[in-house]
């Protein structure tokens, strides 16, 4: 179970914050740097400032580095490195996207601090040729903000990426965007309901994701350039329930990939996040505010989360989801399955992964299951091994989909000559 | 001036542990989880059992995620996920050269971790294609052990990479060899005297360079596919003044990279490791034991030193260098340069910087001077940004050389369709 002071259980150890919900954040910064965006070095320059388990010095010294790489980026295109300031640009969007991570949406600077992560984010994608472009999937009376990555009008396989509680657009392209268009896929990355900027279009977490999901497989029939069967969907921490209604519902998914899968996301929450709600109340926080013993960033994080969910408080959330969300039909899910799980992740995720794969196994189906050890990084959604998850990622995928399954080049690509 | 638990002040700030040696290496480990080898994760499961300022732990604690990386590489090759495979086994052979970090060469282990780590090098470059051989260059009447990249049989730019007092060949790679690679040069890496593991074939550091990196321009004149001679000089920490030394005296030098340029060692080590004088000597060392204040892992580092510097102990260099280490004659130096520095290391590494390229510029040189800033990454050898430190390279190296100059594969690269 998360303790008083954590969300979730998502690692097995510290690094460097006593506040775990700061370390995981810090720990998520460290290994995005593999990937795009800030080097380690703008990450450990942000941090310095950081006081351990203050929310307000976090997003001040995230924003300060933000701004700083905004500046860089813009010298590196006056002095023509193109190549230097794709990278200065998203490390600016990244962040921003980490300065949020302790940020309430009930201030003035929230929406600011997304739109300009948006624009460095696409300044990053121009500057670095990836040919991604923001869309609108049509949801209900409104739409759905996402990004779509196609390579160009071939027939391809499409990876459809899916978030959690903390994710925005923004994120899936590390998760699963980048490394899929090294490998030779079109990404679809989309804010469900409940995410992103979602909520102050109305849109907050609903027991059914299938439908949102379903959305986005409307937008790509309809805008696709070359129309592809081959669709997989990848969901990253609450995506793995959100993923799993849609997997056990639309045929249209052809491979599933979940980080972890969920069936029971009640189970999930009155198991593992029920710790929070020992937290002391909010007048007790006041009072403790006052004498400097409040956990000012799980209140934060759990503001944040009541704004998704569209709740007066996440204790509400606490109360209802294990009597509201509904529990998916395992039997239903018939697609090739990959499911990835952290040793240092909370206890439950472990336990729902490994009892639907042995009910999958059990039907004889293509069900894999990777446990990623302590020893090679064992946090949630393997955010300090990505570069290992993707390789596991593609390897599975590739060989499901029969396409090219030898060493690709996301993490030794084939030099390209220039001389 | 280096404090007294403390080499060389190579850093603004704190990471994680309070010994500053320890912390550099802890970030070292962490910046080079960007370029190739163990991801963040690896790097926080070896650390999470290391004790602050303990050698014996930290040597233990990376042997161990060598140990099992190499066996994540054989069930790898056997489940044939070559590139896995790959990236593992560059893991197991970094995990390795990490541990030697705190390791002594007077232990039997020594030799059998570096022979250890060279075979996993050397498996790395092979399962992921990467086109390396290992060299012997003749020198007096033995020979330097290297590595040599080159691409094909055409005529490219070479880059000649050139460690300090703590490079192993194999630190060369991720410092040059491998972004080099990916940016169409030929590479070539070898242990100088004093280096690696030379001292137990009888070299030691010695008053001048210029011969040995002399010795390995032969080497590559005699064997070159294609002689070119475009030929780069870049040199890391103490290879900031073997390369000032090849720079001023060698016409085969086109162009000169330094991290930082050293015209004045002995000033360096007058000014700015004096500091370890002041740790206590041996004998006291002895008792400080028993009570637990001694700094084991400066002993370590200092006795490996002396093995080096073929001295009897660390004082030894410090009382002789200033004396004998002899200044680079500066108006000699004629080819284009490139100086890179952080805002966090010595200041008489800043110093020799600053007043090198003003007298470069009085003689209206091709000098130019990067000064990395706290909120990139002040490190030295720009270990926490080394994606950003290599596209400052390329970017520069490519307009001195005439080569292409625009977008390289270095951190964006070009996606290879698989489908």
Redesign the interface.
Known sequence: MGGRNEVLRRQS?R??FNNTDMDFAF?LA??V??IVGM????V??AV?TVKDGDPRSWRESFY??AR?LSR?ADSCVQSG????A??RAFGAAYARRFALGFASPNTKAWNIIIHEMEQEFMRGAAL???PIRPIEVPFESSSLPGYYLE?DG?P??TLLVVGGGDTFREDLFYYGGYPG?????NVLMVDLPGQGKTPDRGFTFRHDSSTSIAACLDWLEANASAPDARIALFGLSGGGYFTAQAASTDSRVAAWIASTPITDIGKVFSSEMGGVQKAPGWLTNMAAAIIGRTNSALQVSLEKYAWQFGTKDFAEVLARAPREAPIVDASSITCPSLFMFGAGEAKELARQTQALAAAMKARHQDVTVRK????????HC?V?????AH??IF?WL?RR?C??S??????????????
């Open positions: 150890q690094t460097k720990n460290l290994g740097s593999q080097n380690p070095g703008e450990l320059a310095a300060r580095e700083f860089r490195k193109l190549e230097q794709g990278q670095s040729h990836v390579i071939a391809r396989p268009w090294r490998h030779g896929y990623f050890e302590h020893a090679e990084g064992d946090a393997q300090t091994n990505l570069k290992l390789q596991v390897d590739d989909f396409t090219v030898t060493a690709s080049p996301e993490s030794a690509p084939q030099r390209e000559p220039t001389h």
